[in-house]
């Protein structure tokens, strides 16, 4: 903000630009977790990694 209050709009804009794709992405990431929550029947939902396999949704049934 006190950028802005300055009229650093471009140098902002350059800082936002730089960090919007990781925002986004995290965002993204929170929401679709949270409809797939919504949408499948199971005790837990999260993500899961092991290395460098990445899966976004992963939910876990504990009853069968």
């Known amino acids: 903000m006190y950028l ?3 009229g650093e709009v ?3 804009a350059s800082r ?3 960090q919007l794709d ?3 992405s995290a965002v993204f ?7 797939f929550s919504r949408r499948v029947p199971a005790v837990k939902v ?3 990694w092991k ?4 899966i976004d949704g ?3 049934d504990e009853k069968n």
Not at 29 to 35: N, P, Q, R, S, Y
Not at 51 to 54: A, Q
């Open 4 to 6: 802005l209050e300055l």
């Open 10 to 12: 471009e140098r902002v």
């Open 16 to 18: 936002v630009a730089e």
């Open 22 to 24: 990781e925002y986004v």
């Open 29 to 35: 990431d929170d929401l679709a977790l949270e409809h």
């Open 46 to 48: 999260g993500k899961w």
């Open 51 to 54: 290395g460098d396999v990445e």
């Open 58 to 60: 992963v939910a876990i």
